[in-house]
């Protein structure tokens, strides 16, 4: 599976973005999805994901409320609904997605699947 991530872009604080996760190659509705970002001069740091049914979705507490994980199984797309942007949000943006469901969504090992990332700048 290869994944490529869009969506990523400059915006104003409070403002929205939506990015897109497309997975090429067959089983994506049967793999977990997230979305992991990389600040500036920061490690890789879990921001949501969603497991293979839709079921289970995790969230980094920095992020609730604000932030939407969501998939469209039909079009072997995820995405990241990202309202109310703050400056911190700013950092490439990453999806990942793995064969086997596992109860810890957050630790970079646990998947097989990387796309290139996608930048979003957030201006204050």
């Known amino acids: 599976v290869q994944l490529q991530a869009s969506g990523g872009g400059l915006v104003q604080a409070g403002g929205s973005l939506r990015l897109s996760c497309v997975a090429s190659?067959?089983?994506?509705?049967?793999?977990?999805v997230a979305w992991f970002h990389q600040g500036p001069g920061k490690e890789r740091e879990f921001v949501a994901a969603?497991?293979?049914?839709?079921?289970?979705?995790v969230y980094a507490d920095s992020v609730k409320g604000r932030f939407t994980i969501s998939r469209d199984d039909a079009r072997n797309t995820a995405y990241l609904q990202m309202n109310s942007l703050k400056p911190e949000d700013t950092a490439m943006y990453y999806c990942?997605?793995?064969?086997?469901?596992?109860?810890?969504?957050?630790?970079?090992?646990?998947?097989?699947?990387w796309g290139q990332g996608t930048l979003v700048t957030v201006s204050s």
């Open positions: 190659g067959r089983g994506f509705s049967n793999y977990d």
């Open positions: 969603i497991n293979w049914s839709g079921g289970g979705i």
């Open positions: 990942a997605a793995r064969r086997l469901s596992h109860s810890d969504y957050i630790s970079e090992e646990n998947y097989d699947f």
